[in-house]
């Protein structure tokens, strides 16, 4: 029998020694008075009217550590918001609570009352007048000094990393405040949060693999939602000029410290509004929540200080790929050159490419990486933009960004086709590719470019990945640290 087995085996025999006391192991009557983070706020507020003969408080909580003592012992326990310690006297507690006491192990949840009185070196602790047991763990929490130290096991067992690991524990707390921080802006700017479908009879919005499922009642196949573009662009059809919704997504792809086949994202779309409009409302949205979880306009992730300081580059895609990629200007629009330029440099694209896609992977290999600093790159071809507005100054390039930070996309934006006959050209278009061979381009979508027939205004949307901002503010270098459960093999 392993050394876990034999822990589980005496947890077990001392769950039925308390079974036979009578004492439940499970009781549902326990009122904290306070959260553990309140009880220290009350400390550090009026520390002169706590001692052992004022207020008492109630908490509750894990137990983390015991220290044994004979007749009195010292507790250290946590609660969703903090940790404290309490020590409890037999004498205090009487007999019977302290006999349980002697039964209980690291793990146990308790509920404990008393007031509150600072030991020989300074710690404000609870006297125990009031020791309960409100949960018995089965299973031992792995050892403190080691941890959880597998990723494997933390990404499995994510609950035992948050118990454990105060760094895993604190990236979600982030998250939260991130996402908060989001929706308040969009409020604050006049956006109405809204939400569209998940399962979706065509799957639109980006180029990707989608999740397929059938519905019995309706006897059709549904694909899980890659994005929730065409529906909420059907929203501002309908009127509503102003809408964002902060999505759960799904793509039939690799698993990598960058992609999860399911992801948090937030699309949003403006009336009256063009990609230039949004690149200005982006960076001020950015720097306002950066300034709220930091309390600075800067960064640090993964050996560089990320400067979100409003003014962030704009660089035309081509002239990127001339200045930062190495590409002759010359041969931009040449593909038999730019493929030449590939192979040269050890550049894997196929000949059948479009000269769209041969630019945009040219782009992900030589450029891409070296976007350190928040760099919008505009001016993609039309051929990878089957969603965007034709560029007036341009008709081979859209008016859209990506925005790239630490060398990866974090958002996409771009001014919206509102022409109903453009839009299905451009569907046509997707359809050649995916009859060539394509399985990720787009589907012709009739009901769609049947909305947009009844008019839409000049509009503009934007996509922004949320995980992909989360790992970017907790300096976090794969995306399973700050999704709470990722995607993974069997471990069967």
Request: include cysteine; glycine fraction near 8%.
């Amino acid at each position: 029998m392993d050394k876990d087995s034999q822990i589980i085996q005496l947890r077990k025999e001392k769950i039925q020694a308390i079974k036979e006391s009578g004492i439940p192991l499970y009781p549902n009557d326990f009122k904290p008075s306070c959260t553990l983070a309140q009880l220290k706020q009350t400390i550090a507020e009026d520390p002169a009217a706590l001692g052992e003969h004022g207020q008492t408080f109630q908490a509750a909580g894990r137990i983390m550590a015991i220290n044994r003592m004979g007749k009195s012992s010292f507790v250290r326990f946590k609660d969703g918001s903090d940790a404290m310690q309490v020590y409890i006297q037999k004498n205090k507690v009487g007999d019977d609570t302290y006999d349980l006491f002697k039964k209980l192990d690291i793990g146990d949840f308790i509920g404990v009352a008393g007031p509150l009185f600072q030991t020989r070196t300074g710690e404000w602790t609870i006297l125990a007048t009031v020791f309960r047991l409100l949960s018995k763990a089965v299973r031992p929490l792995p050892e403190k000094f080691h941890g959880i130290k597998d990723p494997e096991k933390r990404y499995r067992q994510r609950y035992l990393d948050l118990i454990m690991n105060d760094a895993a524990r604190n990236i979600f707390v982030t998250r939260s405040r991130i996402v908060a921080a989001m929706r308040r802006f969009f409020e604050y700017h006049g956006f109405m949060e809204v939400e569209t479908p998940m399962m979706q009879p065509l799957p639109g919005g980006a180029e990707a693999t989608p999740f397929k499922t059938w519905h019995n009642a309706l006897g059709m196949e549904l694909f899980l939602r890659i994005a929730p573009e065409l529906y909420l662009k059907r929203l501002v059809v309908g009127g509503f000029e102003k809408v964002f919704e902060i999505n759960r997504n799904f793509r039939n792809e690799g698993v990598s410290t960058r992609h999860n086949p399911e992801f948090t994202m937030v699309e949003f779309y403006q009336a009256y509004a063009d990609y230039t409009d949004l690149m200005d409302f982006t960076e001020k949205m950015f720097a306002a929540i950066v300034r709220e979880i930091t309390g600075g306009t800067t960064v640090a992730y993964q050996g560089h200080t990320i400067d979100f300081t409003q003014g962030w580059q704009r660089i035309p895609m081509m002239e990127s790929l001339c200045t930062m990629g190495g590409v002759d200007p010359a041969d931009i629009d040449d593909t038999r050159a730019l493929l030449e330029f590939a192979q040269k440099n050890g550049i894997q694209i196929t000949k059948k490419e479009s000269h769209g896609k041969v630019l945009t992977k040219l782009f992900d290999i030589l450029v891409e990486p070296k976007l350190i600093q928040p760099t919008f790159i505009t001016g993609y071809p039309v051929e990878v933009s089957p969603l965007s507005r034709k560029s007036d100054k341009d008709p081979n390039l859209t008016d859209r960004f990506e925005l790239f930070i630490a060398g990866r996309e974090i958002a996409n934006g771009f001014s919206e086709i509102n022409d109903p006959e453009d839009q299905y050209n451009r569907f046509l278009m997707q359809v050649r590719q995916r009859d060539a061979g394509n399985d990720e381009a787009h589907i012709m979508d009739a009901a769609y470019v049947e909305a947009l027939e009844y008019g839409m205004p000049p509009t503009a949307g934007e996509g922004i990945g949320i995980d992909r901002l989360v790992m970017l503010l907790t300096d976090a270098a794969s995306i399973r640290e700050v999704i709470l459960f990722p995607h993974m093999k069997n471990s069967n």
